[in-house]
């Protein structure tokens, strides 16, 4: 129970860690009034994946899941409504929020409605929450692609590949400790990125000798 304990202390560290990351994104929309160079979608897809990951918790009723998405879905909202109220082009952006919100409304209204309460609605809500994982973590290999091709690390963020390492990685265990294969499973592919991204840093980073070097400090 001990280790469990603390597995559960660092999900929600390295987790809330790795969603803290885009308040940079917050600052930088605030200090230049702009959203340029600053998308959209993850935001909007990362709330959608909380959301349905602090549905699973209240049904599996574990705490820590539904902590740790609670506060990630919060960030993810905050995110949201700074993009929108700086961005130009408020249309398109509001069109894909109502969408989303609508995509999360008849998720909600069939696992609740057509599916029996019990392990069923939960086995079902893992599996679409894991896929929706598994595909969050996996969309970025045509930038890592990108980036062989280019030799050019310069889009990566470290900070981030740190944060997703842990975070990835402390979650496999803990769901291990609960044999839980809706949690091990797809936060599996996040170590597997994470461990691509640092091969990159490795082997393309910028040699100190390099002119316009600037050393990485996390």
């Not at 599916?115 to 893992?126: A, Y």
């Amino acid at each position: 129970m001990e280790l469990l304990s603390l597995l559960s202390w660092a999900c929600i560290v390295f987790t809330v860690g790795m969603f803290s990351t885009g308040l940079s994104d917050l600052k930088k929309m605030r200090e230049t009034k702009s959203t340029d160079n600053i998308q959209f979608l993850p935001f909007l897809t990362t709330c959608l994946n909380n959301l349905g990951w602090l549905y699973y918790g209240m049904l599996k009723r574990d705490q820590t899941i539904v902590l740790v998405n609670v506060i990630g879905a919060s960030l993810q909202i905050l995110y949201i409504i700074v993009f929108i109220h700086y961005t130009k082009q408020k249309k398109p952006f509001l069109s894909q929020t109502l969408f989303a919100g609508g995509v999360l409304a008849g998720g909600w209204f069939y696992f609740s409605t057509f599916l029996p309460e019990g392990e069923t609605r939960l086995n079902q809500l893992g599996l679409t929450c894991s896929a929706i994982t598994v595909s969050m973590y996996l969309s970025p290999l045509t930038d890592l692609v990108n980036i062989v091709r280019s030799r050019n690390v310069q889009c990566l963020s470290f900070p981030l590949t740190v944060a997703t390492f842990f975070t990835s990685t402390s979650w496999v265990f803990y769901g291990q400790q609960l044999n839980d294969y809706y949690i091990m499973v797809p936060n599996t592919p996040g170590i597997l990125t994470s461990i691509i991204r640092f091969y990159l840093f490795w082997k393309f980073a910028p040699s100190s000798s390099s002119p316009g070097y600037k050393s990485m400090a996390m």
